[in-house]
């Protein structure tokens, strides 16, 4: 399988703080999908990237996937109290990074 | 919309008995992945199916079997169950497209109490 790699494995913020999650694969990836997971939830699809230096954003989320196809990043503008969870980023083999869980101080 | 369902939703177990969990994908999703999820962890990926095939096999063990049946729903039997099964597990299904899978959508879970 796709081996994704993810950094740093908690993070918490102020709120109104920015918040970045990184994905790193050893191998090119053919898409790179995000998930959140609240706590007690199951895993919600946010986003799937599929072409080389691809930007997405989503209100206050942009989502990043590296020129080599190798990385991918999330970045959270101004966080709110409801971005609290697990954000996973997994490879079109669908095998979930260790996530980063991300808490947030009102 | 209809979701993935998966039951039961609790489900309680002494060491070695069997338990099989259920999965429903949304319809006209043609593929199907099972996860582990202890408390505090990642979601490991067991097993997927496609196209009632497995398609793709990760750290499931080997007294756990699962198959995707003609109506595309699918079962994860799990024998001489360990108190280290305790965990939640989740289906999720998805489609298959042009080379790539879209977007996965999870079930509620099963949580599994081994006792």
């Known amino acids: 399988g796709q081996q994704v790699m993810q950094i740093p494995q908690y993070q918490h913020v102020q709120e109104g703080e920015d918040f970045t999650t990184y994905c790193n694969s050893s191998?090119?990836?053919?898409?790179i999908q995000w998930y959140k997971q609240r706590p007690g939830g199951h895993p919600v699809f946010l986003i799937q990237l599929v072409k080389s230096g691809e930007v997405k954003k989503q209100k206050r989320l942009t989502f990043q996937f590296g020129e080599a196809k190798k990385n991918s990043s999330l970045h959270i503008t101004a966080t709110q109290t409801t971005d609290v969870g697990t954000y996973f980023c997994a490879g079109n083999d669908m095998r979930f990074g260790a996530g980063t869980r991300l808490t947030v101080k009102p | 919309a209809a979701g993935v369902i998966q039951s039961p939703r609790h489900l309680i177990k002494e060491k070695r008995e069997t338990a099989t969990l259920k999965c429903y994908p949304i319809p006209r999703h043609d593929t199907v992945y099972w996860y582990q999820q202890g408390p505090g962890q990642d979601p490991q990926f067991l097993i997927s199916f496609y196209e009632k095939m497995q398609s793709d096999k990760g750290s499931i063990p080997d007294r756990f079997s699962a198959q995707q049946f003609s109506d595309y729903h699918s079962e994860l039997n799990m024998s001489s169950l360990e108190l280290g099964d305790s965990a939640l597990y989740f289906c999720?299904?998805?489609?298959?497209?042009?080379?790539?899978?879209?977007?996965?959508?999870f079930g509620q879970g099963t949580r599994l109490t081994v006792v």
């Open positions: 191998t090119t990836l053919s898409n």
């Open positions: 999720a299904s998805s489609s298959y497209d042009g080379g790539m899978n879209t977007e996965a959508f």
